[in-house]
């Protein structure tokens, strides 16, 4: 199992997590954004910088992930199509997306954007909370656990 970070928006806590679960499972961590990202120096760790641009790392994350990696995003489309691969989806904040709940969170994401795009203030997401922090920890743990079984 390798692990697909889309890094623009994943919150620095979650690196962090990832950062210290790469160095003691070990299992390669490589992070995905089209701004430049300081990640620590290990083997386990690394960090590809894609052109700015709508959807560039997504797709670039798609290109190269393959069945049994993990991707952790908050991106719903791009969670959809990691699943389609064969991979597994995790949201930072503790969420696995799967082949059974990723239809209806795109359903539910498509009719948030008509709204917004009507002009109905849908408001964003909540901070990240500490519990929202554990249960990422705590998914990724179980996740990383079976793929070393």
Wanted: charged share 20%.
């Amino acid at each position: 199992m390798k692990i697909w970070v889309d890094a623009d928006a994943c919150p620095v806590v979650v690196k962090e997590i990832l950062y210290r679960a790469a160095n003691r499972v070990p299992v390669q961590v490589t992070l995905v954004a089209n701004q430049f990202l300081s990640v620590p120096k290990s083997p386990h760790i690394a960090f590809v910088q894609v052109a700015s641009g709508f959807d560039i790392a997504d797709n670039e994350i798609v290109k190269r992930v393959e069945s049994g990696d993990l991707v952790i995003t908050s991106d719903i489309p791009l969670a959809a199509d990691a699943i389609e691969k064969g991979a597994l989806a995790l949201s930072p904040r503790g969420e696995l997306f799967t082949a059974d709940n990723i239809r209806g969170r795109l359903n539910m994401r498509d009719f948030l954007d008509t709204m917004r795009s009507s002009g109905v203030d849908t408001g964003g997401p909540p901070a990240l909370s500490q519990s929202d922090r554990q249960a990422f920890a705590n998914h990724l743990d179980t996740l990383l656990s079976k793929a070393n079984n």
